[in-house]
């Protein structure tokens, strides 16, 4: 059984930066695709950020830039180092896993399909302020 813990959220000034952290239990996360998603109060999930069991990674456009996926390998956890962050961002973050992508266009599509996703962490609070 995957277990995902989410933490490193809190309040956070316009222009200002967070690192997520996700811990990974149960097993090797490098076997999955794992990816950051967002939710603001009163709006879809969407998906921000993912990185392949290849290392290749994946982003929104609209955080292109600002926000990095990493991953430590010894300590089986999973980061989000989110920078320049506007009011427009506050919202619930979680990290997420799901099957490889095989492709770099399946890569591409997989934070668009948030139905591949099995396991979700609790989520962490983001709430930015002017």
């Known amino acids: 059984q995957v277990q995902l813990v989410d933490s490193g959220g809190g309040p956070v000034q316009a222009g200002g930066s967070l690192r997520l952290s996700c811990a990974v239990f149960?097993?090797?996360?490098?076997?999955?695709?794992m990816a950051w998603f967002r939710q603001a109060l009163g709006q879809e999930r969407e998906g921000v950020a993912g990185?392949?069991?290849?290392?290749?990674?994946n982003y929104a456009d609209s955080v292109k830039g600002r926000f990095t996926i990493t991953e430590d390998n010894a300590k089986n956890t999973l980061y989000l180092q989110i920078n320049s962050l506007n009011t427009e961002e506050t919202a619930r973050y979680y990290c997420?896993?799901?099957?490889?992508?095989?492709?770099?266009?399946?890569?591409?599509?997989?934070?668009?399909?948030?139905?591949?996703?099995?396991?979700w962490g609790q989520g962490t609070q983001v709430t930015v302020s002017s």
């Open positions: 997420a896993a799901g099957p490889t992508a095989r492709t770099a266009k399946q890569g591409r599509g997989a934070l668009r399909d948030i139905f591949r996703y099995k396991y």
């Open positions: 149960g097993y090797p996360y490098s076997y999955y695709y």
């Open positions: 990185i392949n069991s290849d290392g290749s990674t």
